[in-house]
């Protein structure tokens, strides 16, 4: 290959990339085959831990007991149409992704 030896040449460090990533003389070494590679290992890097998703989860659920139901409603009023049937459709998600987490681990 164009009389680049092995020492100038290795893998993208890309999440699920395998490309070549060829060196130049002089400078930095690269490591990644593209910006987008590298924005990928970048998330991967810092993406939340499965503990902190966790903690992330309950803590949205107790912040959910803490709604007073009347003052929810008054908010509710000025909200337009569109609106109120995406959060009635996330909502229903969240309440079957609980309905089966708890019945999943039922004894």
């Known amino acids: 290959m164009s009389g680049v030896s092995t ?3 290795s893998v993208c460090l890309g999440p ?11 400078g930095r ?14 998330r991967q890097r810092r993406a939340p831990t499965e503990q902190h998703l966790r903690q992330l989860v309950v803590d949205q ?8 139901v009347d003052q929810l409603r008054e908010q509710l009023d000025g909200v337009d149409a ?5 959060i009635h459709q ?3 998600t969240i ?4 309905a089966d987490l708890i019945e999943v681990h039922e004894p």
């Open 95 to 98: 309440r079957r992704l609980l």
């Open 29 to 42: 070494r690269a490591w990644y085959c593209s910006r987008a590679c590298q924005q990928a290992a970048y």
């Open 90 to 92: 996330h909502l229903n």
């Open 16 to 26: 699920t990339c395998e490309k070549t990533v060829e060196q130049r003389q002089g």
């Open 82 to 86: 569109e609106t109120l049937r995406r």
């Open 7 to 9: 020492e100038d040449r």
């Open 61 to 68: 659920l107790d912040r959910v007991q803490l709604v007073d």
